[in-house]
């Protein structure tokens, strides 16, 4: 769902969007630091990612941003909170894991008690 430029950030936000990605795979659409827009559809959740590629150690934690695991790219990359537009749960892919089939909004621009 939309929300107010830099809304992703606040404290409730960031722990809704982490909670939400250890359990389902999203897409979150956001604006790179060279200006351009980009959909990631991503996931945190450790089944969904290959044992070989799942975190080693422990890396001093960033607020500001995020580390996911690209579905498309099959690899690691990160946002920052405060440049997300919209997020959407993923509720459906292709076999193969490349195509999403269907999605719907996660979230409205207000922390909801119910969410």
Not at 59 to 86: A, C, M, Q, Y
Not at 95 to 100: A, L, P, Q, S
Request: proline share 4%.
């Amino acid at each position: 769902m939309a929300m107010a430029p830099g809304a992703w950030a606040s404290d409730d936000n960031k722990t809704y969007l982490k909670d939400m990605l250890s359990k389902h795979l999203m897409r979150v659409h956001f604006q790179k630091r060279d200006g351009t827009f980009r959909d990631l559809i991503c996931t945190r959740k450790m089944s969904l990612i290959p044992e070989e590629n799942h975190p080693k150690g422990v890396k001093k934690d960033n607020p500001n941003t995020l580390p996911v695991w690209s579905f498309v790219d099959e690899g690691w990359r990160s946002f920052r909170f405060d440049t997300i537009n919209h997020v959407t749960l993923i509720t459906e892919i292709s076999e193969d894991g490349k195509t999403v089939i269907a999605e719907t909004g996660c979230r409205t621009g207000v922390l909801l008690e119910n969410d």
